[in-house]
């Protein structure tokens, strides 16, 4: 009866401080762009309405409004209205509406992966039929070129029989047929030299007729039904503006058709031939340089790899599974000191330890505007957060919205576009082309992207075939205040305690449970190397997932206290594998069951953690304001999403079940920021424990403030390492025969006295023991 008490004591005063309602968070517009049964529509167009601005995405069948570049969308229905048989006719049909990209464009990457197995499946055919070689030579060259996916069972003398029949030709077809079929349910694939990996992931020659006769004939007649389907302009999801987009999924397969055949205007990637190298002098020659400018060097080159808005594409994957020890994030190494920051990456040679006692560089502000505040958490009074707000606020409307009067007084309106530039949201890439371009030659389609190619076209065969009938929507969420972890700063009264945390070392987080909110480890911008070569958790995500890929079109790029939260995305293809060993592996049926707008009961929520990709950083990611910056991100993610929670319905709120579901909903995360990030594998977990225990602490709408609890059960995936599991249970087991509340702050300062400092106060090491067992012995401390 008292905790009921309490609790109804607990709602009144969050109710009625109504200045604190909106602190954290606000709840944007929900922007309904397709006719969704059930709901009063009557307002939708029928028709397309048209916008060329800065707030909508441009697409192609738009009239532009500038006369002097007409629309291309005549070109383009010329184009995709014709039949297409070949991938060099395909290259030039798209070339009609991307005239300068000719002399730098190619396909070589989708030419090699639809035509090397098939080619290479028609010449053996050819053989054999002709006769002109013995059967048995072409069987031992095949068989030393690719021993599982082509091994006969057959004997010679049965072959023989077969050069012989009359219906040899689609005998032999068949058997091969059955041959691959059989190997791929059972994951065997196979090795070709010629593109230096698993053949059983390049379109065989029955694939490839299948693609052009049927598959692709389909693509070409859903993209040009972009006016037809997509009649409202899509807005922008902006930085720093809490919205949402919902769109149906024949709506969104409808715009990765065009954006497979690059229809989308000026939204292509720069074309990559390989990571941006340092100059000589820096890598190697620092005998004419003092500690201290060695420093700035490599602070500087961390700063432009940051700029980079697909920069983890070619590096080490998030959750490496190479020979490391998860033990105090050192990476294998046999002593913590100088540590590696848990990244496995070896020491530049321009890193020497003597350097580690020169001044530190300043910080360089990442960020402009209300963002801004996110990176620094200095510790003001309350009243000077709310100004500095309120001041950033104020300067961000007189950026966006000039002063007519000033302007029109001005002889230049020169300083005005650039204070827009410094504001406008960058975009990612949405065009295929960086997945089907190649500069290489001896390999011009790597497995990965034969791999990424196949799931592909695997999902526009499906949905060409029988178009789902769904929805889904994409929320940009907004963290619109820090959280310093201060007492009073939280809007719900409940007692902190640590969350429930059930640790899995061998199941992927694909496979978590229905009804948890999924993580995407992602690149500030969107999809990370998605379209290019990258292949770990996010790529994967979005391949497996292809309609998460249409986020790319609209989401400007992750500022440090935002997220993007996607709701009823469908899950297509199976794979195996991770990074360089990522492979398609079989269709996959989505069974999970959809809510009352026909979205399905999944959650993914897409946060970016900080870099640390130099040896320095990697040490300085301990200290307060980079661990309050994770925390915040994560808040930012971890929350409710109100946008999906309206009377539009959101799937744990429609019965008495969701609503259980709700009040349980757990996170399934992982080693985020790990591995091309460089953070250190047992911080990115403390780091996320204490989001999730915190994260309804700071909202006021259904299922946050107010029910007398303040976190969610974390499901922790460690993606094959068994010591990071290990380490995390005895740690766990230590904090809870504790048998004490412990506060969340002390935990933070607790982490920044983790690593060795010299008198100055800087970071020179790790301690002797791990983060976790020095956090299990300070912890006992704690008041």
């Known amino acids: 009866m008292a905790s009921n008490t309490s609790r109804t004591s607990i709602s009144a005063n969050v109710s009625n401080d109504a200045n604190r309602l909106r602190e954290y968070f606000d709840t944007g517009p929900n922007h309904i762009l397709c006719q969704v049964p ?13 916008a060329w601005d800065l707030d909508h995405v441009r697409l192609p069948c738009s009239a532009r409004i500038y006369p002097t570049d007409p629309s291309l969308w005549p070109t383009i229905v010329e184009g995709l209205s014709e039949s297409i048989t070949t991938s060099q006719q395909l290259f030039s049909v798209m070339l009609r509406w991307n005239r300068d990209k000719e002399s730098v464009w190619n396909i070589n990457a989708l030419d090699a992966f639809l035509n090397t197995r098939a080619t290479d499946e028609e010449n053996d055919l050819y053989a054999h039929l002709c006769g002109v070689v013995d059967h048995g030579e072409i069987h031992g060259s095949q068989e030393a070129l690719d021993s599982d996916e ?14 012989d029949d009359e219906s040899s030709q689609s005998r032999l077809l068949q058997q091969q ?23 059983s992931q390049f379109l065989s020659s029955d694939e490839r007729s299948h693609f052009f006769d049927v598959t692709l004939p389909r693509m070409q007649a859903l993209a040009l039904r972009l006016p037809e389907l997509v009649k409202k302009p899509i807005p922008f999801l902006k930085q720093q503006q809490d919205s949402a987009i919902t769109l ?30 340092k100059p000589a002098f820096r890598r190697h020659n620092s005998s004419g340089i003092n500690a201290s400018q060695q420093q700035q060097q490599q602070q500087a080159d961390e700063d432009d790899d940051d700029d980079d808005d697909e920069s983890e594409e070619d590096c080490e994957p998030h959750h490496s599974k190479a020979k490391q020890s998860s033990r105090g994030g050192r990476g294998g190494a046999k002593s913590g000191r100088g540590g590696r920051g848990g990244g496995g990456q070896a020491n530049p040679p321009y890193s020497k330890k003597k350097s580690l006692t020169a001044p530190r560089p300043p910080r360089k502000r990442r960020t402009t505007g209300p963002a801004a505040q996110f990176e620094f958490f200095e510790e003001p009074a309350a ?39 410094v504001w406008t949201g960058k975009l990612a890439s949405i065009n295929f082309i960086n997945l089907f371009w190649s500069g290489e030659n001896h390999i011009p389609c790597t497995v990965t992207q034969a791999a990424k190619l196949r799931c592909i076209l695997h999902y526009f065969d499906r949905v060409t075939t029988e178009m789902p009938t769904g929805t889904v929507t994409f929320h940009r969420q907004v963290l619109k205040k820090p959280a310093y972890l201060i007492p009073g700063e939280r809007l719900n009264g409940a007692e902190f305690a640590f969350s429930q945390v059930t640790v899995d070392s061998t199941t992927p987080i694909e496979d978590a449970p229905p009804g948890a909110l999924r993580l995407d480890f992602a690149n500030r911008n969107i999809g990370g190397g998605v379209l290019e070569k990258g292949a770990v958790q996010e790529e994967i995500l979005f391949m497996v997932c292809p309609e998460l890929i249409v986020s790319r079109l609209f989401c400007q790029q992750m500022e440090a206290n935002e997220a993007i939260l996607i709701k009823g995305a469908e899950r297509y293809s199976n794979h195996i594998g991770y990074s360089k060993t990522f492979e398609w592996y079989a269709d996959y049926q989505d069974l999970t069951p959809r809510d009352k707008i026909g979205r399905r009961k999944t959650e993914i929520c897409a946060i970016d953690a900080r870099p640390f990709r130099s040896r320095i950083s990697r040490l300085e990611q301990f200290e307060r304001h980079y661990c309050l910056r994770e925390i915040n991100k994560a808040l930012a993610g971890y929350r409710v999403s109100p946008i999906n929670a309206s009377e539009w319905g959101l799937a744990r709120d429609e019965n008495s079940e969701d609503d259980h579901n709700n009040s349980h909903r757990p996170i399934a995360t992982g080693n985020w920021g790990c591995g091309a990030f460089g953070g250190h594998l047992q911080l990115k977990f403390v780091l996320q424990w204490i989001a999730a225990s915190i994260c309804r602490g700071f909202g006021v709408g259904k299922g946050e403030a107010g029910e007398g609890r303040l976190g969610d059960e974390m499901l922790y995936y460690t993606f094959g390492m068994h010591q990071l599991k290990d380490e995390i249970e005895a740690f766990l087991e230590a904090v809870e025969a504790m048998d004490k509340a412990i506060d969340p702050k002390w935990v933070v300062e607790c982490i920044t006295q983790y690593p060795r400092r010299n008198p100055a106060g800087e970071i020179q090491g790790f301690r002797e023991k791990s983060l976790l067992e020095y956090l299990g012995s300070a912890l006992a401390f704690a008041p």
């Open 150 to 163: 082509y091994q006969s069972n057959d004997s010679d003398a049965e072959n023989h029989d077969l050069l």
């Open 383 to 421: 009243s000077e957060i709310t100004a500095k707000v309120e001041k950033l606020t104020v300067k961000d409307k007189a950026v966006n919205q000039p002063d007519l009067k000033a302007e029109a007084s001005s002889s230049s309106s020169a300083p005005v576009q650039q204070k827009e530039q």
């Open 177 to 199: 047929q059955q041959r691959q079929e059989r190997q791929q349910a059972q994951g065997v694939s196979g090795n070709v030299k010629a593109v230096g990996g698993l053949k």
């Open 248 to 277: 149906s999924q024949e709506q969104i397969a409808c715009l990765l058709a065009n954006a497979f055949f690059n229809t989308l205007p000026s939204r292509n990637a720069p074309l990559k031939k390989g990571r941006k190298k």
């Open 38 to 50: 059930g709901i009063d529509q009557a307002s939708f167009p029928k028709e397309f309405q048209d």
